[in-house]
Nanobody, 128 residues
Framework: VQLQASGGGLVQAGGYLSLSCAAS????????MAWFRQAPGKEREFVAG??????????YYADSVKGRFTISRDDAKNSMYLQMNSLKPEDTAVYYC????????????????????WGQGTQVTVSS
């Protein structure tokens, strides 16, 4: 699966951005789609994940973004989205989309080892 992330940019604290991730190739193997992020000097961390619509469209969020970010996907368009509201300077990072071909339980979605495809990343910068 090839993934193309887009939508990053510079925004003031309290603002919003919307990220998109388009999948191509073996899109039947995208049971779980997720967003991760990596801030300067920090390890990459899980942000949010979502299962296929036919599997219930389950969503799961990191505590740090719960209530502010909303993940969604359109399986007909092989795309995933991340609506980010009430952005904080600590949300500044490169955001990556990833896919997993196996329908693991949501408690496993934070494990980067289950993902076999990664996008190139899109920069999100939140100024204070």
């Amino acid at each position: 699966v090839q993934l193309q992330a887009s939508g990053g940019g510079l925004v003031q604290a309290g603002g919003y951005l919307s990220l998109s991730c388009a999948a191509s190739g073996r899109t039947f193997s995208t049971d779980i789609m997720a967003w991760f992020r990596q801030a300067p000097g920090k390890e990459r961390e899980f942000v949010a994940g979502i299962s296929r619509s036919r599997s219930g469209g389950t969503t799961y969020y990191a505590d740090s973004v719960k209530g502010r970010f909303t993940i969604s996907r359109d399986d007909a368009k092989n795309s995933m989205y991340l609506q980010m509201n009430s952005l904080k300077p600590e949300d500044t990072a490169v955001y990556y989309c990833a896919t997993c071909p196996i329908a693991y339980a949501s408690t496993s979605w934070g494990n980067q080892q289950i993902y076999d495809s990664w996008g190139q990343g899109t920069q999100v910068t939140v100024s204070s």
